[in-house]
């Protein structure tokens, strides 16, 4: 039996619905005869209370009065979400993607891990993980984000009792974003000092240099000399040279920024007082965070033309550098040779997983928020493969670039490659400036470098910080007529927190922020994600919203990933860790034992949310115990696309293509809680469109 509006079209027309609706109606699905293809109109003006769109003509599917009760059970909260704003340009949200996922992790991260873990026998963990593990969680991210346009707290309106997952991301992105600006302040200081004649770590005339700087090395041995300990003897025999005693040399560029830019301690138990220059670097760059941010993702959107283009072109200048400095090929083949025996400790696993996590910016919440401002219709699996591969091959080329100047080094100093320089999360601000210290013209080089490394970490920042923003004003959306405010009120915060890691003792508190925080964490976060979107929620379900998004219908190989290659290797890797746990450690210096108990904390902390709200949303729903639990798998009436038109379209979507019964509509837990999507999808037939395979 048709409805009033239904009556009305079939006597006039659309100037007949026009008239019944006061001239509040506007057609927004429209069906071609010959192609009996969907269109949908985006007017991106809610109507709430009136249905405002009609069927196609030819479509005799009868409407039940739940489909009008389902319109109108929007809420005013689901309403303020279409203010969130949204992409100006689709490109933006590309550029965006590879902007946070190529970042500081690339040229500043993944060098040193692989530095520390052998080389090239990091790499092979480092490609297993990036396929089985972080291009199928990268692609689950991004298509949740964009399906239901929530953050990464309301997304888990799909099942509330994992809602806790989506407060550990947060958290993650709130602690990692803290250290993060840190390592931004240290580009903005090196920044700084480049404007000179003469960089600040070439030669060993200044106030911070020690006796063993390497460039009284070089010196000496130009002059046809060799040094015994610190002391320049020419004229030495072939045994006499066998027999000098060989001290521990450092390149100028390491002692400029331990002994200059960090003013180290020697240890986490020496904090000493704040290094008042990188406190102003530190207080500049959330400066900078909070206007890029001002007005969310419409004014980062504009920034990352530039932010996510202008470091390759950098990097490819220092490549060519690099690879024509002398000795560069002994770092290149330490780069690319593995060494097996290490493929069998747990660190090296560890680290490669926690890499590819932090580097592509899994469980961070980041991709879901970016996501979440997407077009319904965006291809995100175009996206999703281009960023992840993308991000792969910088930080592989980045390595090529890093190892070839580590090469030079060990010529330089005499030294095996593995031996030129300690590895930690300064080994980025030691090599890089070296190479930099070789160029003609080497101030406008490192001007041009530390800018790169800049709009790098600003990226990386922008996406992480508008993580937790985005979750504050979803959670509180009346916050958002004050966003300004809030924005720098949370900044504010931001810096006082950080700026621990501006002191003396600075170095070792960040590290141990790094170790514990983007680590451990982050795997079982992603871990307990991908079973829950796969067995709880349905990865029949997932794919055909994937289906409904982009046309494509995933095959074999993504159901295979999601429900048993990752969630398998994530468990392997963590048992694996657990079971060869190795503590906290900088350099030669290891942590006292409280200072690894506040690391673990700090990677509990992330944790601690999913039990604590999975008790809190099972205290606060209605019935008994196994009807609270039933519940609480099950999604949210307010689950589903968050836009007005777009729950439309999906819903008609799933009817034209016959991927849902004509009569089936959502199921009701209660009167409170419905859902919008059916609780099955029962195949009718196979779609009408030609099948495409996505890999």
Same mark, same amino acid.
């Given at each position: 039996?048709?409805?009033?509006?239904?009556?009305?079209?079939?006597?006039?027309?659309?100037?007949?619905?026009?008239?019944?609706?006061?001239?509040?109606?506007?057609?927004?699905?429209?069906?071609?005869?010959?192609?009996?293809?969907?269109?949908?109109?985006?007017?991106?003006?809610?109507?709430?209370?009136?249905?405002?769109?009609?069927?196609?003509?030819?479509?005799?599917?009868?409407?039940?009065?739940?489909?009008?009760?389902?319109?109108?059970?929007?809420?005013?909260?689901?309403?303020?979400?279409?203010?969130?704003?949204?992409?100006?340009?689709?490109?933006?949200?590309?550029?965006?993607?590879?902007?946070?996922?190529?970042?500081?992790?690339?040229?500043?991260?993944?060098?040193?891990?692989?530095?520390?873990?052998?080389?090239?026998?990091?790499?092979?963990?480092?490609?297993?993980?990036?396929?089985?593990?972080?291009?199928?969680?990268?692609?689950?991210?991004?298509?949740?984000?964009?399906?239901?346009?929530?953050?990464?707290?309301?997304?888990?309106?799909?099942?509330?009792?994992?809602?806790?997952?989506?407060?550990?991301?947060?958290?993650?992105?709130?602690?990692?974003?803290?250290?993060?600006?840190?390592?931004?302040?240290?580009?903005?200081?090196?920044?700084?000092?480049?404007?000179?004649?003469?960089?600040?770590?070439?030669?060993?005339?200044?106030?911070?240099?020690?006796?063993?700087?390497?460039?009284?090395?070089?010196?000496?041995?130009?002059?046809?000399?060799?040094?015994?300990?610190?002391?320049?003897?020419?004229?030495?025999?072939?045994?006499?040279?066998?027999?000098?005693?060989?001290?521990?040399?450092?390149?100028?560029?390491?002692?400029?920024?331990?002994?200059?830019?960090?003013?180290?301690?020697?240890?986490?138990?020496?904090?000493?007082?704040?290094?008042?220059?990188?406190?102003?670097?530190?207080?500049?760059?959330?400066?900078?965070?909070?206007?890029?941010?001002?007005?969310?993702?419409?004014?980062?959107?504009?920034?990352?033309?530039?932010?996510?283009?202008?470091?390759?072109?950098?990097?490819?200048?220092?490549?060519?550098?690099?690879?024509?400095?002398?000795?560069?090929?002994?770092?290149?083949?330490?780069?690319?040779?593995?060494?097996?025996? &290490? +493929?069998?400790? !747990?660190? @090296? /696993?560890?680290?490669?997983?926690?890499?590819?996590?932090?580097? #592509? *910016? %899994?469980?961070?919440?980041?991709?879901?928020?970016?996501?979440?401002?997407?077009?319904?219709?965006?291809?995100?699996?175009?996206?999703?493969?281009?960023?992840?591969?993308?991000?792969?091959?910088?930080?592989?080329?980045?390595?090529?670039?890093?190892?070839?100047?580590?090469?030079?080094?060990?010529?330089?100093?005499?030294?095996?490659?593995?031996?030129?320089?300690?590895?930690?999360?300064?080994?980025?601000?030691?090599?890089?400036?070296?190479?930099?210290? &070789? +160029?003609?013209? !080497?101030? @406008? /080089?490192?001007?041009?470098?530390?800018?790169?490394?800049?709009? #790098? *970490? %600003?990226?990386?920042?922008?996406?992480?910080?508008?993580?937790?923003?985005?979750?504050?004003?979803?959670?509180?959306?009346?916050?958002?007529?004050?966003?300004?405010?809030?924005?720098?009120?949370?900044?504010?915060?931001?810096?006082?927190?950080?700026?621990?890691?501006?002191?003396?003792?600075?170095?070792?508190?960040?590290?141990?922020?790094?170790?514990?925080?983007?680590?451990?964490?982050?795997?079982?976060?992603?871990?307990?994600?991908?079973?829950?979107?796969?067995?709880?929620?349905?990865?029949?379900?997932?794919?055909?919203?994937?289906?409904?998004?982009?046309?494509?219908?995933?095959?074999?190989?993504?159901?295979?990933?999601?429900?048993?290659?990752?969630?398998?290797?994530?468990?392997?890797?963590?048992?694996?860790?657990?079971?060869?746990?190795?503590?906290?450690?900088?350099?030669?210096?290891?942590?006292?034992?409280?200072?690894?108990?506040?690391?673990?904390?700090?990677?509990?902390?992330?944790?601690?949310?999913?039990?604590?709200?999975?008790?809190?949303?099972?205290?606060?729903?209605?019935?008994?115990?196994?009807?609270?639990?039933?519940?609480?798998?099950?999604?949210?009436?307010?689950?589903?696309?968050?836009?007005?038109?777009?729950?439309?379209?999906?819903?008609?979507?799933?009817?034209?293509?016959?991927?849902?019964?004509?009569?089936?509509?959502?199921?009701?837990?209660?009167?409170?809680?419905?859902?919008?999507?059916?609780?099955?999808?029962?195949?009718?037939?196979?779609?009408?469109?030609?099948?495409?395979?996505?890999?």
């Amino acid at each position: 039996m048709f409805k009033k509006r239904d009556k009305a079209r079939l006597a006039g027309g659309d100037e007949a619905m026009n008239t019944e609706f006061g001239g509040h109606y506007r057609p927004n699905i429209s069906q071609s005869p010959s192609s009996n293809t969907i269109e949908s109109g985006r007017s991106g003006r809610p109507l709430i209370a009136k249905r405002t769109s009609q069927r196609s003509s030819n479509d005799s599917i009868p409407e039940k009065a739940a489909t009008e009760d389902r319109e109108k059970s929007i809420s005013s909260s689901e309403e303020s979400k279409l203010s969130r704003g949204g992409w100006g340009k689709q490109i933006e949200f590309t550029l965006s993607c590879i902007g946070f996922c190529v970042g500081l992790g690339n040229v500043w991260r993944f060098p040193y891990k692989c530095y520390k873990n052998g080389g090239g026998a990091f790499l092979i963990p480092y490609f297993v993980m990036l396929v089985l593990t972080g291009i199928p969680m990268y692609f689950m991210e991004l298509s949740l984000g964009q399906y239901a346009s929530m953050g990464p707290i309301a997304i888990w309106n799909l099942a509330p009792i994992f809602r806790g997952l989506g407060y550990g991301m947060v958290t993650i992105a709130f602690l990692v974003s803290l250290y993060y600006n840190v390592i931004i302040a240290w580009v903005l200081y090196y920044l700084f000092v480049s404007f000179t004649d003469t960089l600040p770590w070439i030669g060993c005339d200044n106030p911070w240099n020690t006796i063993y700087c390497g460039k009284i090395k070089e010196d000496c041995m130009k002059e046809g000399g060799v040094m015994d300990n610190i002391t320049c003897r020419y004229n030495l025999t072939d045994d006499e040279i066998a027999n000098v005693t060989k001290a521990p040399w450092k390149h100028p560029s390491e002692e400029f920024f331990k002994k200059e830019v960090l003013r180290q301690s020697d240890g986490i138990e020496e904090m000493g007082g704040i290094s008042w220059h990188l406190a102003m670097c530190l207080f500049l760059s959330w400066i900078t965070i909070f206007l890029c941010l001002l007005k969310g993702v419409k004014s980062s959107g504009k920034v990352v033309y530039i932010t996510a283009t202008f470091p390759y072109v950098v990097l490819f200048i220092l490549f060519i550098r690099g690879v024509t400095l002398e000795g560069a090929g002994a770092g290149i083949v330490f780069y690319i040779t593995p060494n097996f025996t &290490r +493929l069998g400790e !747990a660190q @090296v /696993w560890g680290d490669a997983a926690s890499q590819i996590f932090f580097s #592509l *910016g %899994l469980a961070f919440g980041s991709l879901t928020t970016m996501a979440s401002y997407n077009k319904f219709s965006n291809n995100i699996y175009r996206d999703a493969m281009l960023v992840s591969v993308l991000n792969c091959a910088t930080s592989v080329f980045a390595g090529f670039v890093i190892f070839s100047i580590i090469g030079f080094m060990a010529h330089d100093l005499g030294v095996d490659v593995k031996d030129v320089v300690d590895d930690g999360p300064g080994l980025a601000f030691i090599a890089y400036p070296e190479a930099l210290s &070789r +160029l003609p013209g !080497a101030p @406008v /080089w490192s001007v041009l470098f530390f800018s790169m490394l800049l709009t #790098l *970490g %600003l990226d990386s920042q922008f996406a992480q910080f508008e993580t937790v923003t985005t979750a504050i004003f979803d959670s509180m959306p009346r916050l958002r007529v004050k966003k300004p405010m809030v924005t720098g009120v949370i900044c504010l915060g931001c810096f006082f927190l950080s700026l621990p890691m501006a002191c003396d003792g600075g170095m070792y508190l960040l590290h141990i922020m790094d170790w514990y925080t983007a680590g451990f964490s982050l795997m079982v976060i992603c871990l307990i994600e991908c079973l829950a979107v796969t067995y709880v929620y349905g990865i029949d379900r997932f794919c055909l919203h994937i289906y409904q998004m982009t046309n494509y219908k995933p095959n074999i190989w993504w159901k295979a990933s999601w429900m048993g290659i990752t969630p398998i290797m994530l468990f392997g890797v963590l048992v694996f860790n657990l079971y060869q746990h190795t503590p906290v450690y900088y350099e030669t210096y290891d942590y006292p034992h409280w200072a690894v108990v506040m690391g673990l904390l700090m990677a509990m902390v992330s944790l601690a949310w999913f039990p604590l709200m999975a008790f809190w949303e099972f205290y606060n729903v209605s019935g008994g115990y196994r009807e609270r639990f039933l519940k609480l798998l099950k999604p949210l009436r307010s689950w589903g696309p968050a836009r007005h038109d777009d729950r439309k379209v999906s819903r008609e979507l799933l009817l034209a293509r016959g991927l849902v019964p004509a009569d089936s509509e959502p199921t009701s837990r209660d009167e409170s809680e419905m859902s919008p999507v059916p609780e099955k999808y029962p195949l009718k037939r196979e779609p009408s469109i030609p099948e495409q395979s996505v890999v």
